[in-house]
């Protein structure tokens, strides 16, 4: 694979390696043996709410600046100037002051950040459209099949956005590549203010070992507490000690750090930004009372789900049914399945047996459908598995046919009868 350097500030490629521009002297260079085949980006503004002040407000560039106390009496942000203060997120504001008196106090306007947040989309939205905002200044980004569109590496794509958002919006942001989303996230937090970190696949195992474990997702305060007490602080630390004697410990929670060791993470599989489950529901004119129409409704219900599940190319573990009575009290009811599905016979069969344990609660005057929990392998992809790998030859033919004829021209036959 050809090695490829590039500058951050100029965007020229550069000799591999080489610590400042061969061009524009800068000394922001990346270079990375895998960089053109990452392409999970997770970003995110730095101090975002004070970005935005200074920027509205040029005069206060070079000043610690102190965002919050209008509401909870806690800072919300500051600028990277305050934070060499001590001054962090949910600090009291009179400690800040303490620990900066000089600093400057504003209260936070959040129209205006929402306004500037917006803008930011719309940039990063001429990139590709498969962003995934998560909060008003961060958001993942899949570039992969950007190249073609735009004639740049992801890795390049990115880094010209960037620049571009800094020079229209006035802000700085800091990117983390790699190729899933946990990793692509770790490494912009790792790369802040104005960074640009990358992690591959070679540099994984390296860089979980030195994570520190509070860092990782649905691990809480209180676990990462205790973990500390027993001189746990990395999970490289925990892939020292023995597994069993860790989940007597501190109960099967442990299992999650486990899993990223061993990659086994949904969170290290899941490179894309699929969606977290796939619905689809209906209020009828009239409550529906018979076991058959309600059987109707959801063979469609599956249908749509498992043929938008297909186009995702998502298997969910979870079904989960939703009914709301006459008297709008609404019942949830879900199954999960040992491994994942997109098939509609598989979808439209644990409806059923949802909806049959719930039938004495009828007349119902919406019914929902949703796949969720989702994995990456397909349940029919293991060769041993014949009844699913029958059900997904079965799948294809009616495929087939409901994409010539539509989506109800093939039942299940139990639904003619009963
Ligand atoms: P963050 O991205 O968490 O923080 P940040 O952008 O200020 O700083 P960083 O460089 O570390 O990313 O949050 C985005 C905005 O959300 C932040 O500017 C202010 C607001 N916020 C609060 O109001 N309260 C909080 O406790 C946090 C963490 C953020
Ligand atoms: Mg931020």
Not at 48 to 58: G, L, Q, W
């Amino acid at each position: 694979m050809e090695k490829i350097s590039f500058c951050r500030d100029c965007l020229a490629d550069i000799e591999y390696g080489h610590k400042r521009c061969d061009f524009c002297r800068s000394p922001r260079t990346i270079h990375h043996r895998e960089i053109q085949n990452l392409s999970i980006a997770h970003i995110d503004c730095d101090s975002f709410f004070a970005a935005v002040e200074k920027r509205d407000n040029p005069e206060i560039q070079n000043q610690p600046v102190i965002v919050g106390g209008s509401e909870r009496g806690v800072v919300s942000t500051c600028c990277y100037i305050a934070r060499a203060y001590g001054i962090t997120s949910a600090m009291p504001i009179f400690k800040a002051k303490n620990l900066c008196p000089n600093a400057i106090f504003l209260p936070p306007r959040h129209e205006r950040y929402q306004e500037v947040s917006g803008e930011l989309r719309t940039l990063l939205n001429k990139l590709t459209p498969k962003i995934h905002f998560v909060s008003i200044d961060e958001g993942y980004l899949d570039l992969s099949g950007t190249q073609t569109l735009h004639g740049l590496i992801p890795a390049k794509s990115i880094a010209k956005t960037i620049l571009e958002i800094e020079k229209k919006i006035k802000i700085t942001v800091s990117i983390g590549l790699s190729y899933n989303k946990l990793l692509a996230k770790l490494a912009s937090t790792n790369s802040k203010p104005r960074g640009f970190s990358v992690i591959g696949r070679e540099d994984t195992d390296e860089f979980l070992s030195h994570l520190p474990v509070g860092k990782v997702n649905g691990v809480g305060r209180k676990l990462t507490q205790k973990l500390h007490q027993e001189g746990i602080f990395t999970l490289g630390d925990i892939s020292r000690k023995s597994k069993k004697d860790l989940i007597l410990r501190f109960g099967e929670s442990i299992l999650l750090l486990y899993d990223l060791i061993e990659k086994k993470s949904s969170s290290l599989i899941d490179i894309g930004l699929k969606k977290k489950s796939i619905s689809t529901e209906s209020t009828f004119k009239e409550s529906l009372t018979e076991r058959k129409d309600m059987k109707k409704f959801l063979w469609r219900a599956a249908v749509k789900i498992s043929d938008n599940a297909k186009n995702e190319k998502v298997y969910g573990k979870t079904i989960q049914l939703k009914l709301k009575k006459d008297n709008f009290k609404t019942l949830t009811r879900s199954l999960t399945l040992s491994i994942g599905t997109n098939l509609a016979n598989q979808i439209y069969t644990s409806a059923t047996l949802l909806l049959e344990k719930e039938l004495n609660q009828a007349p119902f005057r919406l019914i929902g459908l949703s796949l969720e929990n989702f994995e990456q392998l397909p349940a029919y992809s293991s060769s041993s598995d014949l009844f699913s790998n029958h059900n997904k030859k079965l799948e294809d033919a009616t495929d087939k046919i409901r994409k010539k004829y539509g989506h109800t021209s093939i039942f299940p036959g139990l639904l003619m009868n009963k």
